[in-house]
C-alpha cells in the first residue's frame, strides 16, 4: 500500500469519526432533552424503554470519547490505538443493536402500556385527597396542559370531576368549564412514536458510521502490522 492511499485511509477515518462524532453529539444532546422534559415519568412506569434518556447520554458520550481514539490512532500511526478503537466500536455497535432491538419490541405495545398506566395514574389521583400523591397530580396537569387534552379517553374517566388543567377557555376560576374533547392517550402515544423515530435515526446513522470506520480501520491496521509500524 502506498503513502497516497495511507493517507487517503487516514483522512477517511478521520472524516468518518468526526461525521460519528456529530451523530453521538446528536444522542447525548436528545438524550439531555429528555432528561429536563420527561414531566410523565410517575405517570407511564411499566413502559421503561419510554425514558431512555440516560441510556442515550451514556451510550452517545461513550461513543464520543471512541471517535477521538480511532482519530489519533490513525493519525499517530498507532497499532494499538487503531485495535482498541476497532474493539470498542464493536462492542458498543453491538450495544446500539441491542437498544435498538428492546425499543422495537416495546414499540409493538406502546399502546397497551399506556393505556394501562395512564388509567391507573388517574384512578390514583381520583380516589385519593389533594394533599396526597401531589407529584401524580402535578404531572397529570402538566401533561393535561401541554397537549390540550383531558383523561385518558375523554372527559368522561374523570367522572364528572375534571381537574382545572382540563379546562379550555380562558380563565378556569372555578367549575363548570368547558373541558378538552379529546383524551391524552392518543396525543401522548404520537409524542412517544416522535421521540422514537428520532431516537431510531440517530442510532441508525449512528451504526452505518461506526460500521464504515470499522472497515476502513482494518486495512490501515493491515498496513502498519506490516511494515512493522505503530506500537509507539
Partial sequence: MDRMRVDFLKSLIGLLNFLC?????????????QMMNSRFASLVT??????????????GTIACCVCYVGVFGAMKENRCMLIMFFLLLFTLMLVELAMGIVFLVYHMNIDSYLESDLMGSLEAVRHTPPETNQT????????QYL?????VRSEADWEGNAPASCCSQDECDSPPY????????????NWFSHNFRSTG???????????ASMCFTVPLFCHFSRNRLGYQ
Fill in 201 to 211: 435515526a440517530g442510532v441508525v446513522a449512528l451504526v452505518i458510521i461506526q460500521l
Fill in 46 to 59: 411499566g413502559f421503561w424503554p419510554i425514558y431512555p434518556a440516560n441510556t442515550l447520554v451514556v451510550t
Fill in 21 to 33: 462524532w456529530v451523530c453521538a453529539a446528536f444522542v447525548v444532546g436528545f438524550g439531555e432533552f
Fill in 147 to 151: 397537549f390540550k387534552c383531558c383523561g
Fill in 178 to 189: 368547558d373541558t378538552w374533547s379529546e383524551g391524552c392517550l392518543p396525543k401522548l402515544r
Fill in 136 to 143: 401524580l397530580r402535578k404531572d397529570f396537569d402538566d401533561l
